[in-house]
């Protein structure tokens, strides 16, 4: 008899869940506004100081194809390059007056390397294979945000060499190369980043911007009806509904919804830019979505009070997104902030959003997001379970 | 009617500091609209939430009997139902979801009870279909109480149901909990009205920690003392 109730209420619990939607729309658009403007700001200030650091070229060896890249990498927007010799090169960098030092080797005794395929020397150096280039970085800036540079700037020789190659109308280049040719960001993109477990800058800030939108709209989302409906709850669950039947439809509606609508967003995003679906990003940034709401669920579980909930997640959010580096990226933070983001929930998540993009995933930050999840679902289990649910407190 | 009886007794209930229920007693046979009076804060609520099972009692014993068999308060919330005061609707939805929940689904039995059930005379047809948001007070405390009468309990717990109605509204309330108890069953009305008091044919004064049944007469007349 009490399953007919259950049946019902989860029924009910949709049907609610479907008449919020434009309430929620609402809310997602002024989040993603405010968002978006506070996002723009912040990559615009660190974005300029960024693409200002210098960093110095050596040639161990001249060569041919990468002078002219470099040519091409001078005039690119990322770093001010120029050419050193070794000695004087480390000496600035000694002094601070560079970034970072790029050592170009001659590639050709290397193993496997074929000079024809240049997407192949950015290969080598994320297989720890230095035969072809090494970095050394200063103290000025960072590792990871050199190190990032140094990869756009190696982009920069490739695309250009390739460049020079199509005009010069070679006519032995492989299909392969061709497609190669013609859809060489994206390849780029997958295989460098991918394999690297890193992010482009533009794509972290994509992927924070997501984090940013999902858990500021859903701290305020999950407040609607949460106080209206505890009168209901108090008398449903005279009809046998469990604590677990409250927990579980809190899950299926918030989450159910924010991750439905995450996939749709995410696919749509794929489709624009590549013409094609990638199921996995699309999964992950589910997850992401999943891991960031179990989060709020968790906190309007600890305070009953719709009012204060919110308030409390809209300023554990940010608190969260800062210190995981969301808003400010860690290399400008002090160490400690590093230190402490390893910890932090958010992180992951972000970091899911920000991969996402690839369509391709990466399975540390995966098992990372799944651990937070099984974090979130266990204390907030405990908190129902011991505390009486929410709206038994009011 | 002899198949149906609450009893209440050796009651004991305290809330924060205060003693709310000591060694208190009610006796209600089915067919019985019966009115619990008392000042603001004496328990009337508390006592309307220890019958429904909502809260437990600190000691004391409530039971059911039918047909005499006594019914496990575990199970009691199949036959008995409660109007709180503030209504328990989900405010998003129409008054036929919420409804359609209390039936379990079953679309068929209600849409038989709409038309010619006992909640067509709450007269809730015409705004079956409105969001409870958008109801006034009264239209909401209707759609609780044909809400509560869903399952056809035996036993009907409102907590002053009436207050805050036009006079159409309670006359109309008032009419059906007649009815209702007419059938043989419980209704059990925690008010303030004066209108209320005349359709029941017993009066519960709960003061000091205890439940008094007094003379069907005026408020007026039972709060005497106190004016």
Redesign the interface.
């Known amino acids: 008899m009490r399953n007919g109730y259950r049946k019902q209420f989860y029924k009910i619990l949709f049907k609610k869940s479907i008449r919020e939607i434009p309430k929620i729309m609402a809310v997602i658009l002024v989040v993603a506004i405010i968002s978006a403007a506070l996002i723009f700001s912040i990559t615009s200030i660190f974005g300029e100081n960024v693409t200002k650091i210098n960093v110095a070229y050596v040639f161990e060896e001249e060569d041919e194809w990468f002078s002219v890249g470099l040519k091409y990498m001078a005039k690119g927007a990322n770093c001010n390059l120029k050419k050193y010799k070794k000695d004087a090169a480390l000496r600035a960098l000694e002094k601070n007056e560079i970034a970072a030092v790029l050592l170009v080797y001659n590639a050709s005794d290397a193993e496997d390397f074929n000079p024809a395929l240049p997407v192949n020397a950015v290969e080598f150096i994320y297989s720890d294979n230095d035969q072809f280039l090494t970095s050394m970085f200063g103290s000025i800036v960072s590792a990871g945000i050199t190190d990032y540079l140094v990869l756009n700037a190696t982009r920069d020789v490739v695309k250009a060499t390739y460049d020079d190659y199509n005009r010069s109308k070679f006519n032995d280049f492989e299909d392969e190369l061709m497609d190669y040719l013609i859809h060489r960001n994206r390849y780029y993109e997958r295989i460098v980043f991918y394999d690297s477990g890193d992010i482009p800058l533009k794509h972290y800030y994509l992927g924070n911007a997501v984090a940013l939108i999902m858990l500021l709209s859903s701290s305020v989302v999950i407040g609607f009806g949460k106080n209206d409906d505890k009168n209901f709850i108090k008398f449903a669950k005279r009809t046998g509904l469990t604590k677990f039947d409250l927990f579980a439809s809190k899950y299926l509606a918030f989450i159910g919804f924010f991750s439905v609508l995450t996939g749709v967003g995410i696919a749509a995003f794929q489709y624009v830019m590549w013409d094609e679906f990638m199921i996995s990003g699309i999964l992950s940034s589910m997850l992401a979505t999943i891991v960031l709401l179990s989060l709020i669920i968790l906190i309007h579980e600890i305070f009953p009070d719709k009012t204060v909930s919110t308030l409390f997640c809209i300023f554990v959010s940010v608190i969260f997104l800062f210190l995981s580096g969301n808003i400010i990226p860690l290399t400008f933070l002090p160490d400690q902030v590093a230190q402490i983001s390893e910890y932090i929930l958010t992180k992951y998540p972000s970091a899911l959003y920000g991969q996402t993009f690839f369509g391709r995933m990466n399975g540390g930050t995966i098992t990372s997001a799944l651990i937070c999840l099984a974090i979130t679902v266990v204390l907030t289990l405990v908190v129902s379970f011991t505390r009486g649910d929410a709206y038994e407190n009011n | 009617m002899d198949n149906l009886s609450l009893e209440i007794s050796n009651l004991y209930k305290r809330y924060k500091k205060n003693v709310l229920f000591e060694d208190a007693a009610l006796s209600v046979k089915g067919g019985d609209c019966i009115a619990l009076v008392g000042e603001n804060g004496c328990g009337k609520s508390t006592l309307l939430n220890m019958i ?3 809260i437990k009692c600190d000691k004391g014993n409530i039971t059911f009997n039918i047909d005499g068999n006594e019914v496990p308060l575990n199970k009691s ?2 036959y008995v139902s ?1 109007v ?1 005061q ?8 129409s008054a036929y ?1 919420n409804l ?2 209390w039936y ?3 679309k068929a039995k209600l849409d038989k009870d709409l038309k010619e059930g006992l909640i067509k005379e709450l007269g809730i047809n015409e705004y079956i279909n409105k969001r409870v948001s958008r109801m006034s007070g009264g239209m909401q405390k209707r759609v609780s109480i044909a809400c509560a009468l869903a399952n056809n309990p035996k036993i009907l717990l409102l907590d002053e149901a009436n207050a805050s109605l036009d006079i159409v509204c309670k006359l109309q309330i008032q009419k059906m909990l007649q009815k209702y108890a007419s059938l043989g069953n419980i209704v059990i009305h925690s008010t303030h009205e004066e209108g209320d008091i005349g359709v029941c044919n017993k009066i519960f004064y709960i003061a000091g920690g205890k439940i008094t049944e007094v003379p069907v007469t005026s408020l007026k007349e039972i709060f005497k003392d106190k004016l």
């Open positions: 429904a099972g909502i919330w199949q409660y709180p503030h209504n328990s609707l989900i405010d998003s939805l979801d359609l929940f379990q689904g079953d």
